[in-house]
């Protein structure tokens, strides 16, 4: 029997139910809907011209048998402008995992883009380091905001379809608040002495032996230190919405903040950008609701 004709090539729009379909066989335990969701996602974003749009496909004689999804954006920070890839969910039919290697070259083989790994299995990890990647956050700290002090003259407020950039808030960082709130995320500005201070939260259940406990996760803000200057009301703003903790991404316990830093849950990345531990915007946690 002759071997199959392998190749590797772009998501198309007309790919996506197959796409759909390879990933419902590769996570079984995964609600149905979800990856519908996260397509519909990954359309409405912006992305990077001349880069996919949804990832990678696999395929043996013509026939899908491997799907991995990367969302490619354009980052900026300050005065940086970079472009950034977050690897997402992958799947390759067992029949074909010799050839998955194939999959993951090709996502790589972009010049200057800083790619993450965010969720990797525990089996997977030996992989990507061999890869070349390297870890930027250890693990994850539960902070009770709440309990912060009050800052004089802060005000929280959720954004409406109307904010507009200015000297205080830049184009990129209006955009991200609206296309995070569209995606379900809370996109709120903390205005003091008249300048505003943006940040994204998602809200998301910890299983306990109560039931679900919900809580927000951080997802944008400038900074750690932004984060701590207005963790107060930051923190009494999510409490009333019923998430009394904000989890964040960290290497150890953030000073100033009450809490408790557990090390797990390891984010990686490699490329010439590291990556902000205040920042997993435009992912498929932000995203896709994850």
Not at 10 to 16: G, N
Not at 142 to 157: D, I, N, S, Y
Not at 179 to 188: A, N
Not at 272 to 290: C, N, Q, V, W
Request: aromatic content about 12%.
């Amino acid at each position: 029997m002759s071997s199959p004709r392998i190749r590797c090539r772009e998501i198309e729009a007309s790919d996506l139910q197959a796409a759909i379909g390879l990933l419902k066989e590769g996570f079984p335990s995964q609600d149905p809907e979800y990856w519908s969701h996260a397509f519909a996602r990954l359309t409405d974003h912006r992305g990077v011209p001349g880069l996919p749009k949804y990832g990678y496909l696999l395929e043996a004689d013509d026939r899908p048998v491997g799907v991995l999804l990367v969302i490619f954006s354009q980052m900026t920070h300050g005065s940086q402008t970079y472009i950034r890839a977050n690897i997402a969910s992958w799947y390759v039919q067992p029949h074909y995992r010799s050839h998955a290697p194939i999959l993951t070259a090709r996502a790589h083989a972009h010049r200057g883009v800083t790619y993450l790994q965010l969720t990797p299995a525990r089996h997977v990890v030996p992989i990507i380091e061999a890869q070349g990647y390297r870890w930027y956050a250890e693990g994850t700290f539960a902070a009770a905001a709440f309990l912060c002090p009050p800052v004089r003259g802060a005000k929280v407020r959720v954004v409406g379809d109307g904010l507009a950039p200015g000297d205080d808030l830049n184009r990129f960082e209006s955009d991200l608040l609206l296309e995070h709130q569209r995606c379900g995320c809370i996109s709120v500005t903390c205005t003091i002495d008249g300048r505003r201070h943006p940040f994204v939260f998602a809200r998301r259940w910890r299983r306990t032996k109560f039931g679900p406990l919900p809580y927000a996760l951080l997802v944008y803000c400038r900074g750690l230190d932004e984060f701590v200057q207005f963790a107060g009301p930051l923190g009494r703003f999510l409490a009333l919405r019923g998430m009394p903790l904000v989890f964040l991404d960290a290497n150890a316990p953030v000073p100033g903040v009450p809490g408790r830093f557990r090390r797990g849950t390891t984010k990686f990345y490699k490329g010439p950008h590291a990556p902000r531990l205040a920042d997993i915007s435009y992912t498929e946690i932000s995203l896709f609701g994850l």
